[in-house]
């Protein structure tokens, strides 16, 4: 069975610019977690979507949003980046409920210049 | 609001020795607690779930113990080898907010020297 991917793998932008980044969970799965991790502020929740509707949300600015299709794939959008915004990026699936065991993709690597 | 820490932040054996990482939160209100293993650069690989109503956990030579009244969880690796050096992050999913949400420990870095 094929794990979590993520593309792509390693993205660089300028400040201002807007980044989409996709998740394909592991197939069965219906939820998707999003995290970014960072050296400073380590794995901090970003949003999770459940049958194409967000079910929870971290404390991030509304410049990251987040969509899932019906067939559970999950993209994230960063507008307006920001040098902050430099991190890896993680997406978690997990078969029904949160509460499940999450799998975890191979993140995508977002630089901001 | 939970808190999940991590004890050591690094630490380096010899191979072979057996060795225990660390975990507390805060909250004993949770629903699972997960161990995972990230190798630097890669994303996060599940070595054990716990669910709430367990005490513990073992896949291979890892076992993994939940105390919710204490709010503690170790992972315990056993005849420890070079290949299991990586960073260990423990992770709790719930709480009194019911978030749904993972909330992870900084993470323990475990260097086994040959």
């Known amino acids: 069975k094929a794990g979590v991917t993520q593309t792509p793998r390693y993205l660089i932008k300028t400040r201002g610019q807007q980044v989409t980044l996709s998740c394909s969970p592991i197939?069965?799965?219906?939820?998707v977690s999003w995290y970014q991790q960072t050296p400073g502020q380590g794995l901090q929740f970003l949003f999770e979507?459940?049958?194409?509707?967000?079910?929870n949300k971290g404390n991030f600015p509304g410049r990251f949003s987040g969509r899932q299709f019906s067939n559970s794939r999950s993209e994230m959008n960063v507008s307006t980046l920001e040098l902050g915004d430099s991190a890896l990026y993680l997406c978690?699936?997990?078969?029904?409920?949160?509460?499940?065991?999450?799998?975890f993709g191979p993140g995508t690597r977002l630089t901001v210049l | 609001k939970q808190e999940v820490t991590q004890i050591p932040a690094a630490l380096s054996v010899p191979e072979g020795e057996n060795l225990v990482l660390n975990c507390s939160f805060t909250?004993?209100?949770?629903?699972?607690l997960q161990w995972f293993r990230q190798d630097p650069g890669k994303g996060l690989t599940s070595l054990l779930l716990?669910?709430?109503?367990?005490r513990e956990q073992t896949s291979g030579r890892l076992n993994a113990s939940l105390d919710k009244s204490s709010g503690r969880s170790t992972l315990y690796i056993a005849a420890s080898q070079p290949g299991d050096s990586a960073t260990y992050l423990c992770?709790?999913?719930?709480?009194?907010?019911?978030?749904?949400?993972?909330?992870f420990g900084q993470g323990t870095t475990l260097q086994v020297k040959p």
């Open positions: 197939s069965g799965h219906r939820s």
């Open positions: 992770a709790v999913l719930g709480g009194s907010s019911n978030t749904g949400k993972l909330i």
């Open positions: 979507y459940f049958s194409e509707t967000q079910r």
């Open positions: 978690a699936s997990s078969l029904e409920a949160s509460y499940n065991e999450q799998f």
């Open positions: 909250d004993s209100a949770i629903y699972n």
């Open positions: 716990i669910q709430s109503s367990q």
